[in-house]
């Protein structure tokens, strides 16, 4: 079955807002990532955390991880148009090449 | 810049015509995967290489194969495309020691008529 279950599954916000996406997975993981994607894209890494951190801030974004509740949060700060995209969480295992991915939230950051 | 690329980006097939879809990359990276994304879902891995170790994912049906001549090229082929392997196909790439961050191309969208 899936590993990652995205909460909410679409999100509309105006422009200026912060915008909070969470992930729940099942399994113990190595790390767990975000990746954004535009509409009929691919997949842009943003931001990596490991099962030993809590807490990862890179520019707008700010990602939380609670392993004891096996889910993780991203925060999206003072939202712009261009945020607009599908936000997809990914776990990875230690010494496996698999990642698995959430089924996404869909973010429209309306002008 | 180094990147993948994905050709062609649209392919349209029909049903039962094999076809075959190309990626390759200029990152040096040793791990390629190929995942397929259907309208609103999660990306599914297909498989991967490890250099030249090809992994197939348990779950993926014996219609798709993959080729990695080298280290840039990676290729898709189904053999018997069904109306229900319409979808995105997307290539990534990583390091071995890097499986966390993946860089992927832009894809290719196939139809299958």
Redesign the interface.
């Known amino acids: 079955s899936q590993q990652g279950e995205e909460d909410p599954q679409a999100l509309s916000i105006q422009e200026g807002e912060n915008a909070t996406m969470n992930c729940s997975y099942k399994t113990s993981i190595n790390n767990l990532q975000w990746y954004r994607q535009n509409s009929g894209r691919g997949l842009v890494h943003l931001i990596l955390i490991r099962s030993n951190e809590r807490e990862k801030h890179s520019g707008r974004l700010r990602v939380t991880l609670d392993t004891s509740k096996k889910s993780s949060s991203l925060l999206i700060t003072a939202s712009r148009a261009a945020d607009t995209a599908s936000y997809f969480c990914a776990t990875s295992a230690t010494g496996g090449f698999k990642t698995i991915f959430g089924a996404g939230t869909r973010l429209f950051v309306k002008a | 810049d180094a990147m993948?690329i994905?050709n062609p980006r649209y392919q349209v097939t029909q049903f039962g015509k094999p076809v075959t879809l190309s990626c390759s990359q200029t990152l040096n990276h040793n791990?390629m995967?190929w995942y397929q994304q259907k309208s609103?879902?999660?990306?599914?891995?297909l498989f991967?290489y490890?250099d030249k170790d090809f992994?197939n994912?348990a779950d993926t049906p014996d219609n798709f194969q993959s080729r990695r001549p080298n280290t840039s090229f990676c290729f898709l082929d189904i053999r018997s495309p069904g109306l229900g392997d319409a979808a995105?196909y997307?290539c990534?790439t990583s390091r071995v020691g890097a499986?966390?961050?993946?860089?992927?191309?832009?894809?290719t969208?196939l139809t299958v008529l």
Do not use: D, I, T
């Open positions: 993948v994905q791990v995967y609103s879902q999660a990306p599914k891995l991967h490890y992994n994912e995105m997307l990534a499986v966390g961050e993946q860089f992927f191309g832009p894809g969208r």
